[in-house]
Structures are given as C-alpha cells and as structure tokens.
C-alpha cells in the first residue's frame, strides 16, 4: 500500500510540474534575471514588464 501511494505520488508530481519559460513574456523576464510575481512586487522590487501571458508582473530589483 505503501509503494503504490508513493508511485501516485510522483506521478501526479511529473503530471503536474509547471514550467516557468512556456511563454515568451515569462522566458524574457527569467532570461534577464528577473522574478515573475502574481501579486505586487516585493517591497525593493518595480514591475518591468508581465509574466504568464500578462497575468502576473516581472520583477526586478532597484538596487
């Protein structure tokens, strides 16, 4: 019982892995080192451009 609740778990984990770089804007944005947030920015970070087909923001950082 063990065994097979542990394949099921790596299967759903290998069924359901997100890839980040599926959209141009998203690989822009981690190609240049940024961060792709679904919220605000963080607190020393400003939007420069989106992520996820323009559902969440590229960060980067000011300093």
Do not use: H
């Not at 020393?44 to 590229?58: E, F, M, N």
């Amino acid at each position: 019982m063990k065994i097979s609740c542990f394949l099921l778990l790596v299967l759903s984990l290998y069924l359901f892995q997100v890839n980040q770089a599926t959209d141009q804007d998203t690989a822009k944005c981690v190609q240049k080192k940024n961060v792709c947030y679904y919220f605000e920015c963080p607190w020393l970070s400003i939007s420069v451009s989106t992520c996820y087909k323009g559902k969440a923001k590229c960060c980067q950082k000011r300093y």
